[in-house]
T-cell receptor
Framework: NAGVMQNPRHLVRRRGQEARLRCSPM?????VYWYRQLPEEGLKFMVY????????ESGMPKERFSAEFPKEGPSILRIQQVVRGDSAAYFC???????????FGPGTRLTVL | AQSVTQLDSHVSVSEGTPVLLRCNYS??????LFWYVQHPNKGLQLLLK??????LVKGINGFEAEFKKSETSFHLTKPSAHMSDAAEYFC?????????????????FGKGTHLIIQP
């Protein structure tokens, strides 16, 4: 049973470009969460999605960031017009309904030049 | 609102000696509490989880944690440290246990404790 998959593992973008981060949850999990980890800090919650629904995006920056979890395919975290401050590790986690245990992917490390 | 305080940013112990990583939390409800470990440039691995079934929780790799409601603490311990335990450890709280997806807030992380193992 494969765990949570994220790709790419490393992503380099220049300022102003778009970054797309992908997350495939564990088999049987229908809930996806995105977190951001800045250097020397813990993870900060960004958004919680179920299939085709955003349940809670209270941690998402108001501009340039969006997330989706379509009926088919992985969840996508999209960052438009990236800036240097977006450089961080972005982690995806998934869980099954009725439990609050989240399983994390390996993360995508975004570097903005 | 929930919060987590990890009292030590760095802990250094010698191999074979006990490990104690301290965590205090605040929560409006009866929380679920977790410890996760993160090895360098890796994702997070769940070490253990408390959900009110028992106050002493045993996890993987010989770790355990004790929930003390009166002290609002959830300290992580291991009797004998191993070199492979060197990593970052996060104490985490979820305010709404048992609900689908862990509640609308997601998980709240402490800032982490960097565990160093001296040979």
């Amino acid at each position: 049973n494969a765990g949570v998959m994220q790709n790419p593992r490393h992503l380099v973008r220049r300022r102003g470009q778009e970054a797309r981060l992908r997350c495939s949850p564990m088999k049987g999990h229908s809930h996806v969460y995105w977190y951001r980890q800045l250097p020397e800090e813990g993870l900060k919650f960004m958004v919680y999605l179920q299939k085709e629904n955003i349940i809670d995006e209270s941690g998402m920056p108001k501009e340039r960031f969006s997330a989706e979890f379509p009926k088919e395919g992985p969840s996508i975290l999209r960052i438009q017009q990236v800036v240097r401050g977006d450089s961080a590790a972005y982690f995806c986690a998934s869980s099954s309904p009725g439990t609050d245990t989240q399983y994390f992917g390996p993360g995508t490390r975004l570097t903005v030049l | 609102a929930q919060s987590v305080t990890q009292l030590d940013s760095h802990v250094s112990v010698s191999e074979g000696t006990p490990v104690l990583l301290r965590c205090n939390y605040s929560s409006s409800y009866s929380p679920s509490l977790f410890w996760y470990v993160q090895h360098p440039n890796k994702g997070l691995q769940l070490l253990l989880k408390y959900t009110s079934a028992a106050t002493l929780v045993k996890g993987i790799n010989g770790f355990e944690a004790e929930f003390k409601k009166s002290e609002t603490s959830f300290h992580l311990t291991k009797p004998s440290a191993h070199m492979s335990d060197a990593a970052e450890y996060f104490c985490v709280v979820s305010d709404l246990p048992g609900t689908s997806g862990g509640g609308a807030d997601g998980l709240t992380f402490g800032k982490g404790t960097h565990l160093i193992i001296q040979p």
